[in-house]
T-cell receptor, first 113, second 118 residues
Framework: DAGVIQSPRHEVTEMGQEVTLRCKPI?????LFWYRQTMMRGLELLIY????????DSGMPEDRFSAKMPNASFSTLKIQPSEPRDSAVYFC???????????FGSGTRLTVV | AQKVTQAQTEISVVEKEDVTLDCVYE???????LFWYKQPPSGELVFLIR??????QNEISGRYSWNFQKSTSSFNFTITASQVVDSAVYFC???????????????FGKGTHLIIQP
């Protein structure tokens, strides 16, 4: 099992540019989560999907952030336009259900200059 | 709303000492899950343990042990005979069950930075 796969590992972009982060969950896991980690705010849940349907996006900071899950094996988190304060590590995680563990990807370190 | 508090921001001990990381949680649900994750300097989040709210048995895995007490809403983590490789940030987290019975997101504490000095 390859685990949760995130791409890219690192992204440096200029303010105002569109950024797309990608995630491939573990096959058979029906829940997918996007988290953001910063020094100031720690690990925050942005949005999660159950069976490809967005369940709770209350953690999405602004309308500049959007997430999609077009099928069970792929999800994207998009920031448009990006701002320096969006610089953080973004993690994707998946689980077959809360009774079992959540597996995290390696994260995408985003730097907006 | 749920909340996880890790009051210890940083702990520094000398190798081979025992160390306990504290975790206190708040939730209104009767069914929930508690987790510990390790984040080494490389940055990945490594799953250590999951405990459901109906199982208050303590657990031991090698040098690691966990003490779950519902009466005090605590889920503390002890490392016995610490080693330099244990140096990392440790996160305690809570998950409830959403209204559809599916997995809910994890609410994390702020983490405890554990430094093991040789």
């Amino acid at each position: 099992d390859a685990g949760v796969i995130q791409s890219p590992r690192h992204e440096v972009t200029e303010m105002g540019q569109e950024v797309t982060l990608r995630c491939k969950p573990i096959s058979g896991h029906n829940s997918l989560f996007w988290y953001r980690q910063t020094m100031m705010r720690g690990l925050e849940l942005l949005i999660y999907f159950n069976n490809n349907v967005p369940i709770d996006d209350s953690g999405m900071p602004e309308d500049r952030f959007s997430a999609k899950m077009p099928n069970a094996s792929f999800s994207t988190l998009k920031i448009q336009p990006s701002e320096p304060r969006d610089s953080a590590v973004y993690f994707c995680a998946s689980t077959p259900g809360g009774r079992r563990g959540y597996t995290f990807g390696s994260g995408t370190r985003l730097t907006v200059v | 709303a749920q909340k996880v508090t890790q009051a210890q921001t940083e702990i520094s001990v000398v190798e081979k000492e025992d160390v306990t990381l504290d975790c206190v949680y708040e939730t209104r649900d009767t069914t929930y899950y508690l987790f510990w994750y390790k984040q080494p300097p490389s940055g990945e989040l490594v799953f250590l343990i999951r405990r459901n709210s109906f199982d208050e048995q303590n657990e031991i895995s090698g040098r690691y042990s966990w003490n779950f007490q519902k009466s005090t809403s605590s889920f503390n983590f002890t490392i016995t005979a610490s080693q330099v490789v244990d140096s990392a940030v440790y996160f305690c987290a809570l998950s409830e069950v959403d209204s559809g019975g599916g997995a809910d997101g994890l609410t994390f504490g702020k983490g405890t930075h554990l430094i093991i000095q040789p």
